[in-house]
């Protein structure tokens, strides 16, 4: 049973490097969503297997053990192998769980901040202009969704690359980008390996929204160049913007506007064998969590005399 449970958690530290390749062999919205789900159930087995090994260590205390209403000893390997686990897994459990509430209670924070912002000032459909020194443009999801740009980054772009910025925030917010970006921080939260999965989904999703917009304005030189630009202007400026928030000038630019420079014979994928192996991957990783949380309850259930051994 430990042994299955140690399977969650060794196996994302694969996920980093097989998330890269995954994202270089698929197109970016599928990539996108293969690399979010794998993330969230990696993320699941392990908190999964973190809990049963810190039951299966509070259960050989006699206080718990008894309030378990055990007729017979919890069958598990050695103490000295169990009790550390448990420990262990306690801690980490714990980190993660502070880690990951701060983060929200920050994210909420800075969401309502940007969004009492928007919602003050008088905006043209989607778009709301902020007035700051300080380059900056974003998706911001809610109800309407926002386009909030700042008066500092409209100055640095031409009026075409201004309509090229906005496409591309217009896509992240029809896709749906927030979504993803969210889950791919509360995975990270849940093991330190998919924290690196995390900034691939990231990449994943402004690939997705520069493609969109390409198609939506016709013209990949033109959006190439004002993210480009965008994210020249706003290198040295610090956003406000939650995290979920997506923005065109995030992630390595560079590979993003090389991407978007490439022509469409240049842009065919090689083969896809390293996607099937982060899925296999994240399968294996389930199916050992599940199996190991099935048998330490089938273990309970013969301690508490439910079931023969």
């Known amino acids: ?53 810190v039951l299966t260590g509070l259960l050989k205390v006699p206080a718990f053990a008894a309030l378990g209403e055990f007729v017979r000893p919890l069958h598990t390997p050695s103490d000295y192998l169990v009790l550390p686990a448990a420990a262990a897994a ?11 509430v701060r983060s929200a209670f920050l994210q909420t924070r800075a969401f309502r901040t940007a969004r009492t912002q928007a919602d003050r000032r008088p905006a043209a459909g989607d778009l709301c202009v902020v007035d700051s020194p300080h380059p900056d443009a974003y998706a911001l999801p809610g109800r309407p969704h926002r386009i909030v740009v700042t008066t500092a980054m409209l100055r640095s772009l031409e009026p075409a690359e201004r309509e090229a910025l906005f496409a591309h925030e217009r896509a992240h917010n029809r896709a749906g980008h927030h979504y993803f970006l969210a889950a791919a921080e509360v995975s ?26 390409a198609g939506a304005i016709g013209d990949r030189r033109l959006i190439a160049t004002a993210i480009a630009r965008a994210a020249l202007a706003s290198h040295a400026a610090r956003s406000t913007r939650p995290d979920f928030a997506p923005a065109a000038t995030t992630g390595p630019v560079p590979q993003r ?7 469409a014979e240049g842009r065919s994928r090689p083969t896809r064998w390293t996607a099937f192996l982060l899925v296999a991957c994240t399968v294996l990783s389930v199916a050992a969590g599940t199996t190991g949380v099935v048998a330490f309850h089938h273990q309970v259930e013969i301690a508490q005399g439910e079931e023969g051994p």
Request: aromatic letters at 4%; charged letters at 15%; proline letters at 5%.
């Open 257 to 263: 506007v090389t991407a978007l420079l490439a022509s």
């Open 188 to 213: 990270a939260h849940c093991h330190p390996a998919l924290r690196a999965v995390r900034d691939t989904i990231r990449l994943a999703a402004e690939r997705d929204a520069d493609e969109a917009a």
């Open 90 to 100: 306690t801690g980490v459990l714990t980190l993660g769980a502070w880690t990951l």
């Open 1 to 53: 049973m430990i042994a299955l449970l140690l399977v969650p958690l060794v196996l994302p530290f694969l996920a980093p490097r097989l998330a890269r390749r995954t994202f270089d062999r698929l197109a970016p919205a599928t990539a996108l969503w293969v690399l979010t789900t794998s993330a969230l159930a990696l993320a699941g087995a392990c908190v999964a297997a973190l809990g049963a090994l």
